[in-house]
DNA sequence: AATTATATTGGACTAAATCCTATGTGTCAA
DNA sequence: TTGACACATAGGATTTAGTCCAATATAATT
């Protein structure tokens, strides 16, 4: 088992490896993003971990936080979160898994399921497209919203 | 088989019963909404429906539009898509299915498959939350947009 | 046809996200 | 270590989605 301390500097090691290789310069404002992100569960909107970094990181803007989000997308550093209309979410996950979303306070829970993981692109989508993604979307109300009205 | 006329009809008949079971008038707007809509199988967005209606119904604002298709919505009559970000998109189609969404053009198509219809709720997740809705969500590039970078 | 509760309009407002340009700063080479 | 340059950021302006609100209009019911 790794400890957490070098968990935590893999990832930052990969995350330096990944902007080298995609010529992106390492600066204290990606190197902040980055580690709000990945130390995140919630799957936070740019939005949010704007105002997070803001509080130690006074002048860091909500466009840098958002150009670098979906920057890191790019490079694949990041996930962008299905999630229908709102603001858009990003998940630091990128082993493959599936989310749970709760239609009522927008909560998105990650869950692992071998059975889900096996699924088989269906040989008339792989023709037609190139697939990059494939998760288990699952929709309703979570333990704390469980009640339609509640 | 059923002619074409038939199923538009059932369409607006079930349109019709959802709105009286739940209290809602019927009103020109709602029908233009819901035929539009009904009618549409690109997963438009309230934008969308609303430029098309333009064209022959002068005065129907956004509001309504936006409105009408969250109700829609709660009524069963329309699902809302899973699309990161970007503004919603709603789909008139109640079955079950699964999407591919294209990353580079945002095209949602719409597939059928066996297998995926089949999954099983995992025991926890069951458990824990009440599940509303179940989808398979590809992501890549389309047909069109094959070529990553073209 | 009158009544009433519900719906719609259009403009104002909020919030997300992107664009723009002047300024600042990593990076690389000497 | 320094200097030069390409790249990145800040902050304000702009665009776009979406919602709110109050006045008006209208569908449903009697």
Redesign the pocket.
């Known amino acids: 088992m790794v400890s957490k301390v070098n968990e935590y500097e893999n990832g930052l090691h990969h995350f330096e490896n990944a902007?080298?290789q995609n010529?992106?310069?390492?600066?204290?404002?990606?190197i902040a993003i980055f580690k709000e992100l990945a130390s995140s569960s919630e799957h936070p909107?740019?939005?949010v971990i704007f105002r997070k970094i803001r509080e130690y990181y006074d002048?860091?803007?909500?466009?840098?936080v958002?150009?670098?989000l979906?920057t890191f997308h790019e490079i694949g550093l990041a996930k962008v979160v299905e999630s229908s209309?709102d603001?858009?979410r990003f998940d630091p996950n990128l082993a493959l898994h599936h989310h749970f979303r709760c239609v009522k306070c927008g909560k998105i829970v990650d869950f692992e399921n071998a059975a889900y993981d096996a699924l088989e692109i269906p040989r008339a989508i792989q023709k037609k497209f190139v697939i990059r993604e494939k998760r288990v979307h699952l929709e309703g109300f979570c333990d704390t919203c469980r009640s339609p009205d509640g």
């Open positions: 902007c080298r010529g992106l310069s390492i600066t204290p404002q990606r909107s740019a939005a002048n860091i803007s909500l466009d840098t958002n150009r670098t979906l209309g603001p858009k």
